[in-house]
T-cell receptor
Framework: EAQVTQNPRYLITVTGKKLTVTCSQNMNHEYMSWYRQDPGLGLRQIYYSMNVEVTDKGDVPEGYKVSRKEKRNFPLILESPSPNQTSLYFC???????????????FGSGTRLTVV | GQSLEQPSEVTAVEGAIVQINCTYQTSGFYGLSWYQQHDGGAPTFLSYNALDGLEETGRFSSFLSRSDSYGYLLLQELQMKDSASYFCAVRDPGNTGKLIFGQGTTLQVKP
């Protein structure tokens, strides 16, 4: 089954304790992205990657890191989480072309992160 | 910059038809897409319009008018399971894969 897999689904952590949210896709998609979703603010892009070893900042990259060492994996790293990073996070992937990104964004199931 | 506007809430009864509108402002347009999200779940792709007109997929249809910078999602024969949030989205012309989402419309279907 074609899918984007995120782990964990739920995470409660303390301020300053480094954490990683994993994301893996099995569709051979070039493009991967992380979004966070907050009430009243909608979905905002954190980081994206157009292919292996190619990553760039989205709209709200502060406090996050990513890496793309393999095509299928795109982990999100919070080096020193803070309470304002409490949010619902989604990983997404798509084929890289001028219109495919609109047609075929596949989202993971989400990670609900709470930082206390 | 890019922005999208859609109503925050819509209520309809089971079996009815509902239309969710979306107006957009973007410096470069590559089409309008729609996503559905059930509470706490992942957004799922519904439809995409690159050209003017109506696209139909089962009970759902999507319409685009590029001259009016306007589109809508039409849901027919509403079912309780259609209660969800619906987002329109356009692609950021400066980033070939980034989607910019509207704030979402919460659809409540009542019996």
């Amino acid at each position: 089954e074609a899918q984007v897999t995120q782990n964990p689904r739920y995470l409660i952590t303390v301020t300053g304790k480094k954490l990683t949210v994993t994301c893996s896709q099995n569709m051979n998609h070039e493009y991967m992205s992380w979004y966070r979703q907050d009430p009243g603010l909608g979905l905002r892009q954190i980081y994206y990657s157009m292919n292996v070893e190619v990553t760039d900042k989205g709209d709200v990259p502060e406090g996050y890191k990513v890496s793309r060492k393999e095509k299928r994996n795109f982990p999100l790293i919070l080096e020193s989480p803070s309470p304002n990073q409490t949010s619902l996070y989604f990983c997404a992937s798509s084929l890289y072309s001028r219109d495919r990104g609109l047609r075929g964004y596949t989202f993971g199931s989400g990670t609900r992160l709470t930082v206390v | 910059g890019q922005s999208l506007e859609q109503p925050s809430e819509v209520t309809a009864v089971e079996g009815a038809i509902v239309q969710i509108n979306c107006t957009y402002q973007t410096s470069g347009f590559y089409g309008l897409s729609w996503y559905q999200q059930h509470d706490g779940g992942a957004p799922t792709f519904l439809s995409y319009n690159a050209l003017d007109g109506l696209e139909e997929t089962g009970r759902f249809s999507s319409f685009l008018s590029r001259s009016d910078s306007y589109g809508y999602l039409l849901l027919q024969e509403l079912q309780m399971k259609d209660s969800a949030s619906y987002f329109c989205a356009v692609r950021d012309p400066g980033n070939t894969g980034k989607l910019i989402f509207g704030q979402g419309t919460t659809l409540q279907v009542k019996p």
